[in-house]
């Protein structure tokens, strides 16, 4: 069985930088240390959202706090798939932690299953790219055969996202898809990322519908990228020592 309390990393989170949440980092990292989280993302939108941060943005995240309220902080962004293949963000990224990549319907027009996941996997390529985002919604719809063995190819781990499936009727099909996911990254040992997508601090470290589907699925918990730091470090290629800027 997987529970919550054996998840102590959420990597995928957004603040009001983002434009539309509703916590800023420290409140954000007080919601991490309620829930006894070990580690927290922030991962903001990048350009193609309304509302979010401007490139510059990722470019200062040095001046920014990498310990609080006892939680390890780590900074990425969420950034989007485009209809040419290509990301949404590209100045600054290699100043970034990690990025996660995926299909957003505010700036991505449905380009059929077969492209839409050609698109995925061309982004996967980006040496930044460790997480692919939600991929959950038949809006949208991808090969998840496809998308499974790209991930593998691209030491990129695929995302059970919580967020989605606290509103699965918003993205269609979500729960079948994620099964379908699961049964195949179960079978071609492709790692996922459970993440909650807070956006607010009320939700970060919230991972209990992803864990009921989890088990529902079987699935192997040594798959789940973040059942420790050390494995989630480990995947993106960070030590401890390169984590240059101040705690507080």
């Given amino acids: 069985m997987i529970y919550p309390s054996d998840l102590p990393l959420d990597i995928h989170t957004h ?17 991490a240390a309620e829930k006894k989280l070990l580690m927290l993302g922030i991962s903001e939108h990048a350009p193609g959202i309304p509302g979010t941060c401007e490139p510059i943005y990722f470019s200062n995240l040095k001046v920014a706090p990498r310990r609080l309220y006892g939680v390890d902080l780590v900074y990425g962004c969420e950034t989007n798939v485009l209809n040419d293949g290509t990301l ?18 505010l700036c991505y027009h449905d380009a059929g299953r ?53 509103k699965p009727e918003k993205r269609l099909n979500c729960v079948e898809n994620y099964k379908k996911m699961l049964r195949l990254c179960k079978e071609y040992a492709v790692p996922v990322i459970v993440s ?53």
């Fill in 15 to 31: 603040t009001i930088a983002s434009g539309h949440a509703y916590g800023t980092i420290r409140e954000m990292a007080q919601g």
């Fill in 88 to 105: 949404s963000l590209n100045k600054y990224i290699e100043k970034l932690d990690y990025a996660i990549v995926g299909i957003h319907g």
């Fill in 196 to 248: 909650s997508d807070a956006h607010d601090p009320l939700y970060v470290g919230r991972f209990e519908e992803a864990c009921d589907l989890l088990n529902e699925a079987g699935f192997d918990k040594e798959l789940i990228i973040n059942t420790s730091v050390e494995k989630f470090m480990a995947h993106i290629g960070l030590k401890d020592k390169e984590k240059n800027v101040p705690a507080c």
């Fill in 114 to 166: 077969e492209k839409n996941t050609e698109n995925v996997i061309s982004c996967m390529r980006h040496p930044k790219v460790f997480f692919v985002s939600h991929p959950d919604d038949d809006h949208t719809p991808l090969d998840y055969e496809r998308l499974a063995l790209g991930a593998k190819e691209n030491h990129v781990a695929l995302e059970v996202n919580n967020s989605s499936l606290l």
